[in-house]
């Protein structure tokens, strides 16, 4: 009938309550509580708050149960909480040399100081579904305990790409300034060409399958870069902040981060010597799928800086960053669900138009 | 309102400000893409979320809002926004154009003439009317600082020699002020002459391409045209078959499997006005209904 779009409060009431409804499944099977999705599906819970650009566990846990588990939905609940928060100011650098590492491995050397530590992986697991886990709350489940050795504090662990940079075999950071400007692409629009800081933010909010896809795309020759991974590492860091009315940075607590930095092809010239280049990825929590292909778009993007040719998507700055927000992405292509009969009807009445002309045309002209 | 935990029509205050700031110097400037920090917003991207932050930072108080999506007050999104902001803002809510001070909008203009004490704030998708022609930013920006609209002009003369038409039949590009070629978001061409000389201010937000534009009151809009191919108005072949109007532009509802079809206005509100005034059409009642399904 053709009052079907009146209505419409009602439908969205009903609409809202079927999906509760949905959300909760079998109501003979145990409500899924947030804390255990919160310790028991961390990773997820680390890729929300990684793509919503919020730390916080307990919220990223809650919204992952408000959308049934699905995860772009949840990063689009957390950003839009996120947006309501004020901005009271940004942190200093992160010192991920100094992280309390669980976790750390390199590519590019054997062994090296603080060794390689696989932590938690499942780099070396066989895909085999584990039936034990379906055996719910009989302990049958319950994992041993695994052996640890005690961290050595006194025990450096540098970060690879300072050592290759003891050499200066890497190209050097620029020099940190202190009180430059930080910026912040929630807060301002982004331009063209972004400046590094931006673009990292970018990426670190950029989908994950998004800049996954990207990054092995530079891998199979559209815009490859030589990428060696320099190291990853997974551990807890301090955040520190300079409170204006104090003059010094105070503590806010550790966060879990997973750092990738990538060791890429030399560059030199006629003056400066050959050196390696860099690719960097960082996110909450543990994130090495990510962090590594941020690392592999973020040295990809940098083509301009190296005079490479741009060939490969991954290399488009406008590209890469105008398409790597999934919260955008879902929206526009999601909003073709809504109403267009307005436009259609325009373009119904011109398709008749055109064809009502093209019959009435002479024989002639049709026989051509 | 106490017993609402947001700040007045959602947004806060800062970020109203720097939205305002947009606004006007998109007003300054007409036909320019502004850029501003658009905001996620509780709905999603494509929603409005554009429109939704342009009336969150104009709305006052005393204004009386009405939302319409396809030109109709009663479909899901539009009662969606209408009832965030009477939630957010408290504020009053019509269906009656002649009533509203702001009217946010999708893909329609309201039929009834707007008069200067109201807003009309449009969602907009895609801002940049040179996006399919260009896809680079950088380039469409330095194309309109440049007022290089070659290419837009060798698109339309390609459509006639293709088509016999501009083939643009709804977001059809406009010339603002003698000098901004911009986009009036996905309304069908049939609204494009509405937009010239009108009394109401215009504010178009694109909330995920955080760019917000606008035409003051009694601006001078044209559609871009030829000389020998001069833009043309879409018509229809009958009148409105609830209201009889004929100056309206309609929805063709699909009333059966056999090829039925009913012409009905879009603009809900204008339909029902004339119907209040007595004017019928051809099928008043809407279509036949079996007695038995009632």
């Known amino acids: ?368 | 309102m106490t017993d609402n935990p947001y700040n007045f029509a959602y947004l806060d205050e800062q970020t109203k400000r720097m939205i305002r700031r947009a606004i006007l110097k998109a007003v300054a400037i007409p036909g320019y893409q502004v850029p501003f920090a658009s905001r996620e917003m509780p709905m999603p991207y494509g929603w409005g979320t554009g429109g939704v932050q342009v009336t969150a930072a104009i709305l006052g108080p005393k204004d009386v809002l009405k939302v319409i999506d396809q030109g109709a007050d009663d479909t899901t999104n539009a009662v969606s926004i209408r009832a965030f902001f009477a939630k957010t803002a408290g504020v009053q809510t019509t269906t009656a154009t002649a009533e509203a001070t702001i009217i946010q909008t999708r893909h329609r203009i309201p039929e009834a003439p707007l008069g200067e004490d109201q807003v009309l704030v449009y969602q907009v998708p895609i801002p940049e009317p040179l996006r399919f022609l260009e896809p680079r930013e950088t380039e469409t920006r330095t194309m309109h600082a440049l007022s290089e609209y070659g290419l837009m002009h060798v698109k339309l003369y390609e459509d006639i020699a293709r088509f016999g038409h501009i083939a643009t039949s709804y977001a059809y590009p406009v010339e603002v002020a003698g000098r901004y070629v911009m986009d009036p978001s996905p309304i069908p061409k049939f609204d494009n002459p509405k937009m010239d000389d009108c009394p109401a201010l215009q504010l178009f937000g694109a909330g995920r391409e955080k760019r917000i534009y606008a035409i003051p009151p009694h601006t001078r809009v044209v559609s871009l045209d030829f000389d020998d191919h001069p833009f043309e108005r879409n018509r229809f072949s009958q009148p409105c078959a609830l209201c009889g109007a004929g100056d309206s532009y309609l929805d063709e509802v699909v009333t059966d499997d056999r090829g039925g079809r009913l012409f009905v206005c879009s603009d809900t509100d204008y339909c029902e006005g004339r119907r209040e005034a007595g004017h019928r059409g051809h099928q008043p009642g809407g279509p036949e209904r079996k007695e038995a399904a009632e």
Do not use: W
């Open chain 1, 1 to 368: 009938m053709y009052v079907a779009v009146k209505g419409g409060e009602r439908a969205i009431d009903n609409a809202h309550r079927l999906l509760a409804e949905a959300r909760r499944g079998d109501r003979s099977v145990p409500e899924i509580g947030t804390a255990q999705i919160r310790e028991q599906l961390s990773l997820a819970v680390d890729r929300v708050m990684t793509e919503g650009s919020l730390l916080d566990r307990d919220l990223a846990a809650l919204a992952i149960k408000q959308a049934r588990g699905d995860l772009i939905e949840a990063i689009f609940l957390v950003r839009a909480y996120r947006t309501t928060l004020p901005r009271f100011g940004h942190s200093e650098p992160l010192d991920t040399a100094a992280m309390q590492v669980r976790r750390r491995i390199s590519a590019t050397y054997k062994d090296l100081p603080g060794g390689q530590v696989l932590g938690p992986t499942f780099d070396y697991t066989h895909r085999l579904l584990d039936f034990a886990l379906e055996a719910e709350g009989d302990g049958q489940g319950e994992p041993a305990r695994p052996a640890t050795a005690p961290a050595d504090p006194d025990q450096p662990m540098p970060r690879v790409t300072d050592i290759i940079g003891g050499e200066d075999l890497i190209e050097r950071n620029p020099p940190q300034e202190a009180g430059a400007p930080v910026g912040d692409l929630t807060r301002d629009p982004l331009n063209f060409p972004a400046a590094r800081d931006l673009r990292l933010q970018n990426l670190a909010r950029g989908d994950e399958g998004f800049l996954l896809a990207l990054a092995y795309s530079t891998q199979r020759g559209y815009g490859r870069t030589h990428p060696f991974v320099g190291e990853i590492r997974l551990g807890e860091v301090e955040v520190e902040m300079v409170v204006e009315e104090l003059g010094f940075a105070v503590p806010l607590g550790d966060i879990t981060v997973t750092e990738c930095q990538m060791v890429n092809q030399f560059k030199g010239s006629a003056v400066d010597p050959p050196r390696f280049t860099r690719g960097y990825g960082l996110g909450f929590g543990h994130c090495e799928r990510k962090a590594m292909s941020m690392a592999l778009v973020d040295r990809s993007l940098r083509a301009d800086a190296f005079e490479e040719e741009r060939k490969g998507p991954a290399q488009d700055e406008e590209f890469v960053l105008s398409h790597s927000d999934n919260v955008q992405a879902t929206g526009f292509v999601e909003h073709l669900k809504l109403p267009h009969y307005v436009d259609f009807q325009a373009e119904l009445a011109f398709i008749r138009q055109m064809r009502a002309e093209q019959a009435a045309r002479p024989e002639t002209e049709a026989a051509e």
